[in-house]
């Protein structure tokens, strides 16, 4: 299966952006999908996820209340919904996906090329 993460871009403190992870080569309904962020000098870290085919869904403490993870079965896209978005959530989105899937990176085995979103204060 082959990611494409799309929607980062600069947006002040306090703004709202819409990631898209776009799949093609397979269906996604049986797979998970999960958000992962890494800022410049940081490791990469857990944002969100969602398993696809009940539809449950986890997001990190530091985003939760802000950030809502969604999926579009007739799109074959998951989405990254982020609210009120702070300078500390600056950083190269990450979407990856398998039939793991869950809080840990190294359980997903496919992953997107990322996007970077940038928040100003």
């Known amino acids: 299966v082959q990611l494409q993460a799309s929607g980062g871009g600069l947006v002040q403190a306090g703004g709202s952006l819409r990631l898209s992870c776009a799949a093609s080569g397979r269906t996604i309904s049986s797979l998970n999908v999960g958000w992962f962020r890494q800022a410049p000098g940081k490791e990469r870290e857990f944002v969100a996820s969602?398993?696809?085919?009940?539809?449950?869904?986890s997001v990190a403490d530091s985003v939760s209340g802000r950030f809502t993870i969604s999926r579009d079965n007739a799109k074959n896209t998951a989405y990254l919904q982020m609210n009120n978005l702070r300078p500390e959530d600056t950083a190269t989105y990450y979407c990856?996906?398998?039939?793991?899937?869950?809080?840990?990176?190294?359980?997903?085995?496919?992953w997107g090329q990322g996007t970077l979103v940038t928040v100003s204060s």
């Open positions: 969602i398993y696809w085919s009940v539809g449950s869904t």
């Open positions: 990856a996906a398998d039939i793991i899937g869950g809080v840990v990176s190294s359980r997903y085995n496919f």
